[in-house]
């Protein structure tokens, strides 16, 4: 098992070997708003005009992410389809949302091309010589929003923009998403040293620990198994993201034994329970939350809390998203798999592809 050496946290040379990940954090906000200019003059001719489709299917990647902003609000039926293909019922009357980066998405490049198979209004979200974009070519109703990255967020906040100005989604402010991740770039920065960094301290939490991540709303829910995405890459241990049902039992560890050799433990590591709090002020949530929380106490087991409560819906989704990226790339860093002479890790820091179990 990897040792955690907490002074990398704050070593130049550390950081240093490691500024082509950390940057590439950094510069989510303003890879968001690249997607916005360049999507401009598409969103700036969007408008409902009286439209409304029958339902929406979103296909691709980061469907889901679509579908638990726009589920609750949307005046349609919205179904999320995982694999290749569109739903048989679909057709002429219903609106088909792929969202196709760059790279090879063979379930995206199956639904776009059946979308203009059977007549399907179309909005994908990709570069122009994108596998995604060719399978759509020539279709008369594809709306196309020009990707300039293979970010995802930043694909999926062009297309809720556009879907708020169809009158299908809510507000999203995008400008606000941007805003709000440049914030968590400025208080993760690398500049920041332990005591005054809340990713660092994150990652020293998740040091000896296999986490547990919890987000009681849709949305936190969504990026609670984002960053259980990017600490497995980081770390290359076991990491759980599940709702409360399924994280409970695991919560039931034997007490600590005060005089244990902490050196003598092997692979040994109990459980730290995260809880992704993005401010929704339901009864509900609140309870399994307290309940979470409660019997992690009477086991033993850390418990950190990620806070943000401000802004949209999808500004508080990115910028909790993005805290947990920063923790996972620090945690990286701590073991030694990033920023070594041997540094097999990605090019991208916790930012793994598309579950293919969603």
């Known amino acids: ?30 890879r968001v708003r690249a997607e916005l200019e360049a999507a401009d003059d598409v969103l700036s001719s969007l408008t409902s005009d009286g439209f409304r489709p ?5 296909a691709g990647r980061d469907a889901r992410l ?31 949302i792929v969202l196709g980066g760059q790279s090879e998405d063979n379930d995206a490049v199956s639904a776009a091309a059946e979308a203009a198979r059977r007549g399907c209004g179309l909005i994908i979200a990709s570069p122009e010589d994108s596998p995604v974009a060719i399978a759509s070519a020539g279709l008369r109703h594809a709306i196309r929003l020009p990707s300039q990255s ?3 967020l930043a694909a999926a906040v062009a297309v809720l923009q556009g879907l708020h ?17 440049d914030d968590v770039a400025i208080e993760c920065s690398p500049n920041n040293d332990v005591a005054s960094n809340p990713a660092k301290e994150l990652a020293l939490v998740l040091a000896d620990a296999l ?3 919890w987000g009681g709303s849709v949305l936190a829910a969504r990026a609670a198994r984002r960053v259980v995405e990017a600490l497995r890459l980081a770390s290359g241990r076991p990491a759980l993201a599940a709702d409360a049902g399924h994280l409970l039992p695991v919560l039931n560890q034997p007490p600590r034994d005060l005089f244990a050799d902490p050196f003598d433990q092997g692979d040994e590591l109990r459980p730290a329970l995260i809880i992704l709090d993005d401010g929704l002020a339901d009864t509900a949530v609140t309870e399994t939350r307290n309940k979470l929380a409660l ?7 850390r418990v950190h809390v990620v806070t943000q409560a401000a802004g949209t819906d999808i500004a508080r989704y990115a910028a909790l998203t993005q805290h947990g990226r920063y923790a996972a790339a620090y945690l990286g860093i701590g073991l030694g798999r990033y920023g070594t002479a ?11 592809s598309e579950d293919p179990a969603w």
């Open 54 to 58: 029958r339902a929406i299917v979103a």
């Open 211 to 213: 986490p547990l991540v």
């Open 342 to 352: 041997v540094d097999d890790g990605p090019t991208e820091p916790g930012i793994p």
């Open 295 to 301: 019997k992690a106490e009477r086991h033993e087991v």
């Open 165 to 181: 100005q169809m009158d299908l989604g809510p507000e999203v402010d995008a400008k606000s998403v941007a805003a709000m991740l």
């Open 1 to 30: 098992m990897s040792v955690f050496d907490d002074s990398r946290l704050d070593d130049p040379a550390a950081l240093q070997a490691t500024d082509h990940l950390l940057r590439r954090l950094a510069m989510a906000g303003a």
């Open 66 to 96: 679509v579908r638990a902003v726009l589920e609750p609000v949307c005046p349609v039926p919205f179904v999320a389809w995982p694999g290749p293909g569109l739903p048989g019922w679909a057709g002429p009357l219903d609106l088909v």
């Open 150 to 152: 293979d970010d995802q």
